[in-house]
T-cell receptor
Framework: AQSVSQHNHHVILSEAASLELGCNYSYGGTVNLFWYVQYPGQHLQLLLKYFSGDPLVKGIKGFEAEFIKSKFSFNLRKPSVQWSDTAEYFCAVIVGGATNKLIFGTGTLLAVQP | KAGVTQTPRYLIKTRGQQVTLSCSPISGHRSVSWYQQTPGQGLQFLFEYFSETQRNKGNFPGRFSGRQFSNSRSEMNVSTLELGDSALYLC??????????????FGEGSWLTVV
């Protein structure tokens, strides 16, 4: 079965530190990749998405992600985090076509210390 | 324009009862999906509807069911509630029938507590 792995369950950083959250998926065919963020008490919001083309995708709030097909990875990065980035981050994949079914990773809780 | 709207936002039910949750997608969106979010299992896919047809179903027991109406609004029902059904139930909507190119928007969810 298709699955998404997020290896970092909890990450604690100081403001201005760089961030990289890992995401790997298990599926050999066409995938659409997403990163969602859930701020405390808020709904899931899309950070960025990859469908095709340039494997380096830029999203909102200074986040970016790189799709490396050979590694089945879609890691999320931000060069300098802020306290307001404290949230839970979810990697997700849509496998194949003709569906909007998202398969989510288990999430990474990021705490940024001021 | 209005986002994905879910009602009720919070509810408490007793074991054995049944519950119906409602989702109004963003205007013009014909695709609606439902997810269950729990601390232990994370975000799990329940089902997906497009133009009133169920296209995908997750690995949940038959007590979980859903439907979509001609105006794209959707409902999900859980019968014979169990304590383990306590969760945040999320609805998501999208314009197109497939993932390619379109953004999937989530509602704020319905918090269900089963006692």
């Amino acid at each position: 079965a298709q699955s998404v792995s997020q290896h970092n369950h909890h990450v604690i950083l100081s403001e201005a530190a760089s961030l990289e959250l890992g995401c790997n998926y298990s599926y050999g065919g066409t995938v659409n990749l997403f990163w969602y963020v859930q701020y405390p008490g808020q709904h899931l919001q899309l950070l960025l998405k990859y469908f095709s083309g340039d494997p380096l995708v830029k999203g909102i709030k200074g986040f970016e992600a790189e799709f490396i097909k050979s590694k089945f990875s879609f890691n999320l990065r931000k060069p300098s985090v802020q306290w307001s980035d404290t949230a839970e981050y979810f990697c997700a994949v849509i496998v194949g076509g003709a569906t909007n079914k998202l398969i989510f990773g288990t999430g990474t809780l990021l705490a940024v210390q001021p | 324009k209005a986002g994905v709207t879910q009602t009720p936002r919070y509810l408490i039910k007793t074991r054995g009862q049944q519950v119906t949750l409602s989702c109004s997608p963003i205007s013009g969106h014909r695709s609606v999906s439902w997810y269950q979010q729990t601390p232990g299992q994370g975000l799990q896919f329940l089902f997906e509807y497009f133009s009133e047809t169920q296209r995908n179903k997750g690995n949940f027991p038959g007590r979980f069911s859903g439907r979509q109406f001609s105006n794209s609004r959707s409902e999900m029902n859980v019968s014979t509630l169990e304590l383990g059904d306590s969760a945040l139930y999320l609805c998501a909507s999208s314009t197109a029938g497939s993932g390619s190119g379109n953004t999937i928007y989530f509602g704020e969810g319905s918090w269900l507590t089963v006692v």
